[in-house]
Protein backbone atom coordinates (compact mmCIF):
# COMPACT_ATOMS: atom_id res chain seq x y z
CA UNK A 1 0.00 0.00 0.00
CA UNK A 2 2.67 2.28 0.71
CA UNK A 3 4.41 1.51 -2.70
CA UNK A 4 1.40 2.88 -4.30
CA UNK A 5 0.83 6.17 -2.39
CA UNK A 6 4.75 6.79 -3.46
CA UNK A 7 4.40 6.20 -7.16
CA UNK A 8 1.44 8.29 -7.82
CA UNK A 9 3.41 10.51 -9.77
CA UNK A 10 4.06 9.33 -13.28
CA UNK A 11 7.43 8.25 -13.10
CA UNK A 12 8.60 9.91 -10.57
CA UNK A 13 8.12 8.07 -7.23
CA UNK A 14 9.35 9.40 -3.52
CA UNK A 15 11.76 12.04 -5.13
CA UNK A 16 8.34 13.52 -6.45
CA UNK A 17 6.10 12.76 -3.45
CA UNK A 18 8.78 14.87 -1.52
CA UNK A 19 9.18 17.94 -3.85
CA UNK A 20 5.51 18.23 -3.55
CA UNK A 21 5.13 18.40 -0.59
CA UNK A 22 8.08 20.83 -0.12
CA UNK A 23 6.24 22.88 -2.59
CA UNK A 24 2.87 22.60 -1.25
CA UNK A 25 4.55 23.63 2.00
CA UNK A 26 6.52 26.84 0.49
CA UNK A 27 2.97 27.77 -0.56
CA UNK A 28 1.20 27.62 1.95
CA UNK A 29 4.15 29.38 3.72
CA UNK A 30 3.90 32.25 1.59
CA UNK A 31 -0.53 32.09 1.47
CA UNK A 32 0.07 32.92 5.41
CA UNK A 33 2.35 35.57 4.80
CA UNK A 34 0.26 37.39 2.38
CA UNK A 35 -2.75 37.29 4.04
CA UNK A 36 -1.28 37.42 7.67
CA UNK A 37 2.06 38.63 8.27
CA UNK A 38 2.76 35.18 9.42
CA UNK A 39 6.01 33.43 8.82
CA UNK A 40 5.01 29.84 9.65
CA UNK A 41 8.46 28.35 9.10
CA UNK A 42 10.09 31.26 11.02
CA UNK A 43 7.69 31.02 13.75
CA UNK A 44 8.51 27.05 14.01
CA UNK A 45 12.51 27.37 13.64
CA UNK A 46 13.37 31.03 14.36
CA UNK A 47 13.60 33.54 12.15
CA UNK A 48 16.23 33.21 9.69
CA UNK A 49 17.92 30.62 12.14
CA UNK A 50 20.15 27.73 9.97
CA UNK A 51 17.15 25.26 10.02
CA UNK A 52 14.55 28.17 8.61
CA UNK A 53 17.28 28.69 5.78
CA UNK A 54 17.81 24.65 5.46
CA UNK A 55 13.80 24.86 4.58
CA UNK A 56 13.98 27.90 2.53
CA UNK A 57 16.43 26.28 0.11
CA UNK A 58 15.03 23.05 0.21
CA UNK A 59 11.40 24.20 -0.73
CA UNK A 60 13.03 26.84 -3.87
CA UNK A 61 15.48 23.79 -4.79
CA UNK A 62 11.85 21.54 -4.53
CA UNK A 63 10.52 24.02 -7.05
CA UNK A 64 13.12 24.33 -9.20
CA UNK A 65 13.28 20.44 -9.59
CA UNK A 66 9.50 20.17 -10.18
CA UNK A 67 9.98 22.83 -12.79
CA UNK A 68 12.73 21.39 -14.86
CA UNK A 69 9.95 18.19 -14.27
CA UNK A 70 6.88 19.36 -15.99
CA UNK A 71 9.44 21.19 -18.61
CA UNK A 72 11.48 18.07 -19.20
CA UNK A 73 7.17 16.57 -20.16
CA UNK A 74 6.01 19.20 -22.08
CA UNK A 75 4.92 18.04 -25.51
CA UNK A 76 4.57 14.22 -23.91
CA UNK A 77 1.16 14.94 -21.97
CA UNK A 78 -1.79 15.18 -23.55
CA UNK A 79 -3.48 14.33 -27.01
CA UNK A 80 -1.98 14.55 -30.26
CA UNK A 81 -1.47 17.64 -32.21
CA UNK A 82 -4.22 17.58 -35.37
CA UNK A 83 -1.19 16.95 -38.02
CA UNK A 84 -0.04 14.44 -36.34
CA UNK A 85 -2.98 12.33 -36.02
CA UNK A 86 -3.91 9.65 -39.26
Known amino acids: MADTALNRTSNGGALDMVALLLVVIGALNWLLVGAFEFDLVAAIFGA????????????????????????ARRGRVGPEPAHIRT
Open 48 to 71: MSALSRIVYVLVGIAGIYLLARAL
